[in-house]
């Protein structure tokens, strides 16, 4: 079911000047920049591709949510790997039936006009995997 490491998602203290560092010393072109709502929380997210894969920087104000808690807990650094699969709604029904845990209930929209679910971390030694579908 999965197609590929679709991004690298990476948690920022400091939006611009995370930006910029990609841009400037890596020498990344900024594909896009977005404001995703995640369970009630705004983050901004942008995107810098390398081939087939992308390095997703996520920022966000709020003070409690997924990312305000991780960077609070842990600071920031790679948070999540995102797989693309083709079947998300499938997918995820499989994988409930075998009893993995998930970050919630649910596929939810994503980025990008995405569809997305989010294995607990501890199903991956701690990381967040993230699934996505992606729609054209």
Known sequence: MIKKLEHVGVLVKDFESSVMRFEKTLGLKLADIESVDVQGVTNKVAFFPIGDT???????????????????????????LAFEVTDIDKYYEELKERGVKFLWDGVVPGSRGTRVFFFAPEEFNGVYVEILEKYD
């Open 54 to 80: 992308e390095i997703e920087l996520i920022y966000t104000t709020a003070t409690t949510g997924l990312v305000a808690d991780y960077i609070r807990e842990r600071g920031e650094g790679i948070h999540h």
